[in-house]
């Protein structure tokens, strides 16, 4: 059976998009993991611009514990996400090199040079 691990970065954890993402694959016999990573503190990604790194190395740590056997990792962004998704995606990828990272949402479809 295969494995998804879908994230949000979002601080609200209502993210419909991945819900409904999430439901239509079990639907489908898929397992899916939904993982809210909202911002440890109030910084905003104006602020992180100015750091190596968003989020705690102890955050990654447990995304990556999370996903060590998922075949595919979703992350949901928008536009002002961009920042976080790109330091998750990056740092997961150092952590779980063989597994896909696929950018989903709006910032994605808009603009998919990033």
């Given at each position: 059976?295969?494995?998804?691990?879908?994230?949000?970065?979002?601080?609200?954890?209502?993210?419909?998009?991945?819900?409904?993402?999430?439901?239509?694959?079990?639907?489908?016999?898929?397992?899916?993991?939904?993982?809210?990573?909202?911002?440890?503190?109030?910084a905003s990604n104006w602020i992180a611009k100015?750091?190596?790194?968003?989020?705690?190395?102890?955050?990654?740590?447990?995304?990556?514990?999370?996903?060590?056997?998922?075949?595919?990792?979703?992350?949901?962004?928008?536009?002002?996400?961009?920042?976080?998704?790109?330091?998750?995606?990056?740092?997961?990828?150092?952590?779980?090199?063989?597994?896909p990272i696929l950018w989903g949402g709006i910032?994605?479809?808009?603009s998919p040079e990033d």
């Amino acid at each position: 059976m295969k494995k998804i691990i879908l994230i949000s970065p979002y601080s609200e954890i209502v993210s419909f998009g991945l819900r409904s993402i999430s439901a239509f694959l079990k639907a489908g016999g898929v397992q899916t993991s939904i993982i809210f990573a909202p911002l440890e503190s109030k910084a905003s990604n104006w602020i992180a611009k100015k750091t190596a790194a968003v989020y705690s190395n102890q955050v990654i740590d447990d995304i990556a514990g999370l996903a060590r056997d998922a075949d595919l990792i979703g992350i949901s962004l928008m536009s002002n996400y961009y920042i976080t998704a790109a330091d998750l995606t990056r740092r997961l990828r150092q952590k779980l090199p063989h597994t896909p990272i696929l950018w989903g949402g709006i910032h994605p479809t808009v603009s998919p040079e990033d």
